[in-house]
């Protein structure tokens, strides 16, 4: 039987079509597009021969590495990681970039927050579609008690909440940044003090009614206390651009077939 998806060759090195498609499961894509998983896995596979020929033709050696305790590269992997140190030399990144970098928008540089909110909760778990479908009725009703009365908060949450801090009004004390979940959190940044959020919360805990009572915005931080880490992102930007490059030289240099990089290579 004709396989549905070819076998790849790079410089004449087979790639059977049955390697990729186990290797695709390793690559996310719509569930009515699997084509694209296995295009992934393809472009990634013959990416990763092209640097292993290259570890060759170099005559590298290459020592396998502890990446996890107890655990070592296999010697293909120990092989790319050799190649790409011997070949990508990354555009050196200096405190000019630095600055022109946090020069853009020095607003993004703040010290935490602090919050001062209050809640009520409807917990529900996130797989319990039927209690998540209640606890937002439940919430959306509870809100549009407190916005027209915003004084009776602290009486619906002790009737209401499912959270211990029902007995203090729903209060929650200071908070700082980072100290929240994801979902929470993106509300706390919106409020303003005296604020009740217009819309239920749903997190990993369930629906919750947020109410800012005070708050404190970081200070933006001067350059000289971010340029390290601006360094290290502007460094992994360089490094990764400087991989690009070097991949893309080598499948526009490779006689490959079965799969189309659509970079101008020689690919079938």
Same mark, same amino acid.
């Given at each position: 039987?004709?396989?549905?998806?070819?076998?790849?060759?790079?410089?004449?090195?087979?790639?059977?079509?049955?390697?990729?498609?186990?290797?695709?499961?390793?690559?996310?894509?719509?569930?009515?597009?699997?084509?694209?998983?296995?295009?992934?896995?393809?472009?990634?596979?013959?990416?990763?021969?092209?640097?292993?020929?290259?570890?060759?033709?170099?005559?590298?050696?290459?020592?396998?590495?502890?990446?996890?305790?107890?655990?070592?590269?296999?010697?293909?992997?120990?092989?790319? &990681?050799?190649?790409?140190?011997?070949?990508?030399?990354?555009?050196?990144?200096?405190?000019?970039?630095?600055?022109?970098?946090?020069?853009?928008?020095?607003?993004?540089? &703040?010290?935490?927050?602090?919050?001062?909110?209050?809640?009520?909760?409807?917990?529900?778990?996130?797989?319990?579609?039927?209690?998540?479908?209640?606890?937002?009725?439940?919430?959306?009703?509870?809100?549009?008690?407190?916005?027209?009365?915003?004084?009776?908060?602290?009486?619906?949450?002790?009737?209401?909440?499912?959270?211990?801090?029902?007995?203090?009004?729903?209060?929650?004390?200071?908070?700082?940044?980072?100290?929240?979940?994801?979902?929470?959190?993106?509300?706390?940044?919106?409020?303003?003090?005296?604020?009740?959020?217009?819309?239920?919360?749903?997190? &990993?805990?369930?629906?919750?009614?947020?109410?800012?009572?005070?708050?404190?915005?970081?200070?933006?931080?001067?350059?000289?206390?971010?340029?390290?880490?601006?360094?290290?992102?502007?460094?992994?930007?360089?490094?990764?651009?400087?991989?690009?490059?070097?991949?893309?030289?080598?499948?526009?240099?490779?006689?490959?077939?079965?799969?189309?990089?659509?970079?101008?290579?020689?690919?079938?």
């Amino acid at each position: 039987m004709t396989p549905l998806m070819p076998d790849v060759t790079v410089n004449g090195e087979t790639i059977p079509s049955a390697a990729i498609a186990a290797e695709a499961q390793n690559h996310n894509a719509p569930q009515d597009k699997p084509g694209w998983a296995w295009k992934a896995a393809a472009r990634a596979m013959a990416i990763r021969a092209l640097l292993l020929q290259e570890g060759k033709r170099l005559g590298l050696e290459a020592e396998a590495q502890e990446i996890a305790p107890g655990k070592l590269e296999t010697d293909d992997e120990a092989m790319v &990681r050799s190649v790409l140190e011997a070949l990508i030399e990354p555009a050196q990144v200096t405190e000019a970039h630095c600055r022109a970098f946090y020069d853009r928008a020095p607003e993004s540089f &703040r010290a935490p927050s602090l919050f001062q909110p209050a809640h009520i909760l409807f917990a529900a778990r996130p797989e319990d579609a039927e209690a998540r479908a209640v606890a937002l009725q439940n919430a959306q009703k509870a809100l549009e008690e407190v916005t027209r009365n915003p004084k009776s908060f602290a009486k619906v949450a002790k009737a209401q909440s499912d959270c211990p801090s029902k007995d203090n009004g729903g209060m929650l004390g200071q908070i700082g940044s980072g100290d929240t979940v994801p979902e929470f959190e993106a509300v706390l940044d919106i409020l303003a003090a005296g604020e009740i959020h217009p819309e239920p919360v749903e997190t &990993r805990f369930g629906v919750h009614i947020i109410r800012m009572d005070e708050k404190a915005e970081g200070a933006i931080l001067p350059f000289e206390a971010v340029e390290p880490q601006i360094r290290e992102k502007l460094e992994q930007v360089a490094w990764a651009k400087a991989a690009q490059k070097l991949t893309r030289d080598l499948v526009e240099n490779a006689e490959i077939s079965g799969i189309d990089f659509a970079t101008g290579n020689k690919a079938a």
